[in-house]
């Protein structure tokens, strides 16, 4: 595991960004977009091999440190583009690899679309683009999400006595017991007689909107960048049935789609170094020709 790493912030729009920068502060930038209720400190097991880079971990909006959205608001996939574009701008870099892991990853994938040449290099840790839904289905998941909401003005925030209560419940979700500690820091806060999640209890409600096979494909189809899809051979694929979404993202024009070791959040476990093997080898140039048909 790496040091602490530098603490960095970035306000946009209003809101607070924070999160972790590890690395050479003058070697090529990777943007790193952290999966769902998960934070920066997802990154800090594979930040070590991949210390020639400028490594920015970013706390998404209404989890980790980041702030909160306003009450009016939504934690849609593309919710967070205009601010992480607003942080490139700020960091003033001609060109960044974007990298995401799960929700992450979907994110990753339209911001690099958002960016357009200014995005080198995409790398996507065992997500995608989410699983397509019918147009049928749209007025059910509409509706699901008005009842989320409403729902939630009665919901109790849930806390824990002690961080043990709050890794044993990451366990029971498929973490490690070393990876929930490592996520503890930055996804609890003290409160009276112990301690409540930072997250934004929105985040747990259905989207109104899902992208449909055919808004899929559009995006991949107009994506150029370079791209690396590592699925944990534990992960996503066996949970989700991936097999469609891999197949739509194969056809990207440079894109090597390969396995890994591990389950779905092997970059914080046993796969990280081979995880940060890969993606090194990519982004300094190894892999390209690749093929998704040579690597799955």
């Avoid at 003033?92 to 679309?113: K, N, Q």
């Avoid at 909107?209 to 899809?229: P, W």
């Avoid at 979404?245 to 070791?261: D, G, K, M």
Wanted: net charge negative.
């Amino acid at each position: 595991m790496s040091d602490s790493g530098r603490e960095r912030a970035f306000v946009v729009d209003g809101l607070t960004y924070r999160g972790i920068e590890w690395g050479n502060p003058a070697g090529p930038l990777i943007i790193a977009l952290h999966g769902w209720l998960d934070n920066a400190l997802s990154f800090s097991v594979i930040a070590p091999y991949l210390a020639q880079f400028r490594l920015l971990a970013l706390d998404l909006s209404g989890q980790g440190h980041t702030d909160h959205r306003s009450q009016d608001a939504t934690y849609h996939i593309w919710d967070d583009v205009p601010q992480l574009l607003g942080i490139v701008e700020q960091l003033d870099e001609d060109a960044v690899v974007v990298m995401g892991h799960s929700r992450g990853a979907a994110i990753a994938v339209l911001l690099a679309a958002a960016l357009g040449a200014r995005c080198s290099h995409l790398v996507l840790l065992d997500g995608m683009l989410p699983t397509p839904a019918e147009e049928s289905a749209a007025p059910q998941q509409f509706v699901q999400a008005q009842r989320d909401r409403e729902a939630a003005r009665t919901r109790r925030r849930r806390h824990f006595t002690e961080v043990a209560g709050f890794i044993s419940a990451r366990v029971a979700l498929g973490f490690s017991e070393s990876s929930a500690k490592l996520l503890a820091p930055r996804a609890l806060r003290p409160h009276d007689n112990g301690f409540e999640l930072t997250h934004d209890p929105r985040l747990n409600h259905a989207s109104a909107v899902k992208l449909t096979a055919g808004m899929i494909a559009a995006f991949y189809a107009g994506l150029s960048v370079k791209t690396l899809v590592l699925v944990a051979e534990e992960g996503l694929r066996l949970r989700a049935g991936l097999d469609g979404s891999l197949q739509a993202i194969s056809h990207l024009s440079e894109c090597s789609v390969q396995r890994v070791p591990g389950k779905h959040h092997t970059h914080m476990e046993e796969g990280a170094e081979i995880i940060a093997t890969k993606v090194v080898s990519f982004l300094e140039g190894a892999s390209e020709g690749a093929t998704a048909e040579e690597t799955v």
